[in-house]
């Protein structure tokens, strides 16, 4: 049954005032060069520093330490993460999200921390992995990396492409172009939010396109989410139901908010897998958190992000609807998708398995 109005205050009151103040002492930014400024799609693109140098290396520690990190901290790194060097793609992976969080610092986004020491607390930030999960003659089906866009915004005449931020800034869309040249166009069936990680259907040509976005349109597909929130819920299964809407208070227009009187009505149902601790080093680390399955019933923007800190659990590292600014990603993944096509093709299910960044983030 839904949770009661009540019951989410009591349980989202725990989690206020946990937000931490930058004591970032003031630099001097970046360059910008050739910036196209209000011309760039984006809404702050115009402020935004943008990196053109990138950092280089022969292997990882040489990388890392070209990214200013002490012989000590690539040990630990190393140490607590191995599978930075063991399964990470230098060129495509470590490289790339190093300038990401290059780029992050330049424009005052990691809350005061340096680039070096971020990457030492959280090895777990260089993962961005782009693989298939499937692919045939109409399809192909994305592991999408957190924090890795799907493709220019929509609405923007020509359909002019975002300016990359740093060096190895890649969309899914640019993926995707480089791996099929023969498509005339990446069309997406559905959307996946930017910092969410997991499975993201695209196809070859319209017909399929259409197929498959019938699907969602109708609210056939099936979804299946895997989310690391804060605390224990008290119970194993829920429902949330409660109705949403724009969050007119924000100046970007980006959250959302729960709106009985003039919301959309949507539906989430959450199921948790398991009970333990974060461990990710920094200020949350040991706190209450649990791994939970999330399958929305309708699919609104942010509905699974939005309900779950209506539940009185937001997401680890959700900025936008927690008071968490120190963990390096948002823990929410498109885990499975079911598609029931009509025959000849029949019921299709991809699977994104679990990141190791999810298995390494609680104990």
């Known amino acids: 049954m839904a949770l009661r109005l009540a019951a989410r205050v009591h349980l989202a009151s725990r989690w206020r005032g946990l937000r931490h103040t930058s004591t970032r002492p003031i630099h001097p930014r970046a360059t910008v060069i050739d910036d196209p400024g209000p011309e760039n799609p984006g809404l702050d693109a115009a402020g935004l520093n943008i990196r053109r140098g990138g950092v280089e290396g022969r292997d990882l520690r040489e990388t890392l330490a070209n990214a200013g990190?002490?012989?000590?901290?690539?040990?630990?790194?190393?140490?607590?993460?191995?599978?930075?060097?063991?399964?990470?793609?230098?060129?495509?992976?470590?490289?790339?999200?190093?300038?990401?969080?290059?780029?992050?610092?330049?424009?005052?986004?990691?809350?005061?921390?340096?680039?070096?020491?971020?990457?030492?607390?959280?090895?777990?930030?260089?993962?961005?992995?782009?693989?298939?999960?499937?692919?045939?003659?109409?399809?192909?089906?994305?592991?999408?990396?957190?924090?890795?866009?799907?493709?220019?915004?929509?609405?923007?005449?020509?359909?002019?492409?975002?300016?990359?931020?740093?060096?190895?800034d890649l969309s899914v869309e640019d993926w995707l172009e480089r791996r099929y040249p023969d498509w005339d166009t990446v069309r997406f069936c559905h959307q996946l939010d930017n910092a969410t990680s997991g499975v993201l259907v695209a196809a070859s040509n319209k017909r399929a396109a259409g197929a498959a976005a019938k699907l969602f349109r109708e609210r056939r597909a099936r979804k299946t989410y895997l989310a690391i929130v804060f605390g224990h819920p008290e119970q194993d299964e829920w429902t949330v139901d409660v109705p949403m809407g724009r969050d007119p208070d924000d100046p970007k227009g980006f959250r959302e908010r729960v709106d009985p009187e003039h919301g959309k009505a949507c539906e989430t149902r959450f199921r948790v897998l398991k009970r333990g601790r974060l461990n990710l080093r920094g200020k949350f680390e040991g706190v209450p958190v649990s791994k939970v399955e999330v399958t929305p019933v309708t699919g609104r923007r942010h509905q699974i992000r939005l309900h779950l800190q209506f539940s009185g659990h937001p997401i680890v590292g959700d900025n936008a609807y927690s008071q968490d600014t120190d963990s390096f990603r948002t823990f929410l993944h498109a885990h499975k998708l079911t598609l029931p096509f009509d025959e000849p093709r029949g019921t299709m299910q991809f699977v994104a398995p679990e990141p190791e960044s999810f298995a390494a983030a609680m104990e």
């Open 69 to 168: 990190m002490t012989p000590e901290q690539v040990r630990d790194v190393i140490s607590a993460h191995p599978q930075v060097d063991t399964r990470y793609d230098l060129v495509n992976e470590v490289q790339p999200r190093i300038n990401y969080l290059r780029f992050l610092d330049d424009n005052d986004r990691l809350d005061g921390e340096s680039v070096s020491s971020c990457i030492a607390r959280q090895p777990q930030s260089l993962e961005r992995d782009f693989h298939l999960v499937h692919e045939d003659a109409d399809y192909a089906v994305v592991n999408k990396p957190w924090c890795v866009r799907l493709d220019t915004p929509r609405g923007w005449p020509g359909k002019v492409r975002f300016t990359p931020k740093y060096p190895g």
